[in-house]
């Protein structure tokens, strides 16, 4: 596609449910990064994707994040028994080769509240 | 450890007004460093992409200038509009060969008509 694009953008669920947020990246872009935002923070890295493995999970807060890539395309990040910490607008970014030297490209992100 | 920040948090200006964003990071071994704009509760744009062996880039009335030694990078916006409002952000890569990013904490930036 032309950018990365994040489903859905907005997101509101009760505390305890699981969410499923997911993430297209720019078609041919082999590296994929999930960041978090809370209000009024910098961002947070969470995971990265070069191909479908994920090589760095280093920044996924706890073990009910976790995340997928399938097809070397679409990504999903699962938050299972959401807190209301977990609320935060979650960003996708895709780069290609991943390298040092490449630019990232991002999504517009998903606002996820838990209520 | 890398860390990134920004001078000043947030800024206003009369529209018309030359500006000049600042980024500072601890660790120069850097390979590149990316400019993003964030509008509010939209995700980043990249706006410049500098790479390590270049001084500056331009695009438009955005120029980024990066020095190494001294661990700094400016944004000049020229000119400043009104849709210029947001939140700019710059970042570098750890030195992994992940990619993954250290992001400043931001310029919030409000120019008036």
């Known amino acids: 596609g032309a950018g990365v694009s994040q489903s859905p953008s907005n997101k509101v669920t009760e505390k305890g449910k699981d969410v499923e947020l997911r993430c297209d990246p720019i078609s041919g872009h082999t590296a994929l990064y999930w960041y978090r935002q809370r209000l009024g923070q910098g961002l947070e890295f969470l995971i990265y994707?070069?191909?479908?493995?994920?090589?760095?999970k280093s920044g996924l807060p706890s073990d009910r994040f976790s995340a997928e890539r399938t097809g070397e395309s679409v990504s999903t990040l699962t938050i299972q028994r959401t807190q209301q910490e977990d609320s935060a607008v979650y960003l996708c970014a895709s780069s290609w080769g991943g390298a040092l030297s490449t630019e990232a490209f991002f999504g517009q992100g998903t606002r996820l509240t838990v209520v | 450890k890398q860390e990134v920040t920004q001078i000043p948090a947030a800024l206003s200006v009369p529209e018309g007004e030359n500006l000049v964003l600042n980024c500072s990071f601890t660790d120069s071994a850097i390979y590149n460093l990316q400019w993003f704009r964030q509008d509010p509760g939209k995700g980043l744009t990249s706006l410049l992409l500098?790479?390590?062996?270049?001084r500056e880039q331009t695009s438009g009335r955005l120029n980024a200038s990066l020095d190494k030694s001294s661990g700094r990078s400016t944004l000049y916006i020229a000119a400043s509009q009104p849709g210029d409002s947001a939140t700019y952000l710059c970042?570098?890569?750890?030195?992994?060969?992940?990619?993954?990013?250290?992001f400043g904490q931001g310029t919030t930036l409000q120019v008036k008509p």
């Open positions: 994707f070069q191909g479908n493995s994920a090589p760095d």
């Open positions: 500098i790479q390590s062996s270049q």
């Open positions: 970042a570098v890569p750890v030195l992994s060969n992940t990619g993954k990013l250290i």
